[in-house]
């Protein structure tokens, strides 16, 4: 029987205008119809979920995550994997479980700790884990000298790269991810420091070129970590798929973007904007060097993105290693000047697009994966409110107290903090889509 949800407000296409009073349909996992109610065929003996007091949405879809790793435990990243593999996995579920409470039903994950990355998404589809349904790069790949080797493999030279990705491919990655930019002269956290946020090039061209043809040919998009500079021109050129970061974009590479149709991915607001949980929060911000690097790229950030948004850009907010967090990047995103409309396409419809499910996802309409959240205020008018997630539906199942006598840890406790999802008044009958829990 199929369940009808009330709101107070229907965003159900983020690219649409909001619909008062607005009525979502659902049987199963699908989404029947969307609008309002007096446009569609209501039976009255349909159960109804009462959310008419909030703003109800489609799930949020993170573009950008690193499943154990976790800033809110408040150590430099290579320390997360320094941690035995059961803490680390163990960490890793309880971090996509926040992730799914705060409304986020979909993410794709680009890089961690071999191993790690297939079973997650593996025992979340057959439903042994609870978390966003994730899209797997399987290894993050660079060059010998390149950045992160604490959550990416080495690859070096035009046919190494070709070898690694036909291996990744043959071990079901959904994505190439590839550290294009940025270079470490030594293994401590502060020679990895040291290289990043930079826009020297750690692959060549013709290693670009050759990586992203071959991963193309076997049907698998490309993700590349690029701060900006030549390499993520080059990438541009060779049809990259999605440029993660660019803090250092320029003025001539808003063009590129636009011609080249490359998602801006995860621009890492809420590390440079979020005096609470950014750099200012981090130790690192004493060190004088470090904190002018970081202040260059966010003057260049706040600069040009919202540049790039105007001239069509499709941005994708991700929270990277920072979880149950992507209201904090979608405010960045709006007080950076974008509209609240852009704010949230970017973690809806935009990303939807660059993930290639934006036929089942991003928005509510019929056929599309009942992927519904309720949220406490209008995100058009302030978009912070998609903190105070009140509900979460993913592919027609209820979400509910996830973090029940979870750490703090795994919460974001700024203005409020991430509720649990609430359960919603019920009628008719007594129970919430014919399932007992998650």
Not at 275 to 280: A, Y
Not at 308 to 317: F, N, P
Request: glycine share 8%; hydrophobic share 40%; with cysteine.
């Amino acid at each position: 029987m199929p369940t009808l949800i009330r709101s107070k407000l229907l965003i159900a296409d983020p690219c649409e205008p909001p619909i008062s009073g607005g009525v979502v349909i659902i049987d199963g996992e699908r989404v029947l119809g969307a609008g309002p109610p007096a446009a569609l065929n209501v039976d009255q003996a349909w159960e109804t979920l009462d959310w008419s007091s909030w703003t109800v949405m489609p799930a949020l879809i993170d573009g950008h995550a690193h499943i154990t790793a976790n800033n809110r435990f408040r150590v430099p990243l290579n320390v997360h994997f320094e941690l035995d593999t059961a803490t680390a996995v163990l960490r890793g579920a309880m971090n996509l479980r926040s992730d799914l409470a705060t409304g986020v039903t979909t993410m794709r994950t680009l890089g961690d700790r071999e191993g790690i990355e297939k079973p997650f998404q593996e025992a979340i589809d057959r439903k042994e884990a609870a978390g966003p349904r994730l899209k797997a790069c399987v290894r993050a790949l660079r060059p010998g000298h390149g950045t992160a080797p604490f959550l990416s493999f080495p690859a070096d030279g035009a046919a190494e790269l070709e070898d690694r990705i036909r291996e990744n491919v043959s071990h079901g990655a959904d994505w190439t991810k590839l550290f294009i930019t940025n270079v470490r002269d030594g293994n401590t956290f502060e020679d990895y420091l040291r290289g990043d946020l930079t826009d020297i090039a750690a692959y060549s061209r013709e290693e670009i070129e050759a990586a992203i043809g071959v991963s193309h040919n076997l049907g698998v998009p490309v993700a590349a970590h690029a701060i900006g500079g030549p390499a993520m021109r080059w990438a541009m050129d060779a049809g990259i798929d999605s440029i993660e970061h660019a803090n250092l974009l320029e003025a001539k590479d808003v063009d590129l973007f636009v011609k080249s149709g490359a998602y801006l991915s995860d621009p890492n607001l809420q590390l440079f904007f979020d005096r609470e949980v950014g750099f200012e929060s981090f130790e690192t911000w004493h060190m004088d060097w470090w904190r002018r690097r970081v202040e260059r790229a966010r003057e260049r950030t706040a600069r040009h993105l919202p540049e790039a948004v105007r001239a069509g850009v499709k941005v994708c907010l991700g929270t990277d290693s920072t979880h149950a967090t992507l209201w904090r990047e979608a405010r960045a995103l709006a007080d950076l000047g974008v509209s609240n409309a852009d704010a949230i396409r970017a973690v809806t419809t935009n990303t939807a697009e660059m993930l290639d499910v934006a036929d089942r996802l991003g928005r509510l309409a019929p056929g599309y994966l009942a992927d519904v959240i309720a949220v406490d205020g209008n995100p058009l008018e302030d978009v912070a409110c998609l903190r105070r997630v009140r509900g979460v539906i993913k592919a027609g199942e209820s979400v509910e107290n996830l973090l029940s006598g979870a750490s703090e840890v795994f919460r974001d406790q700024a203005e409020g903090g991430v509720p649990v999802a609430i359960e919603a008044p019920r009628i008719k009958p007594n129970r919430l889509l014919g399932y007992a829990g998650d």
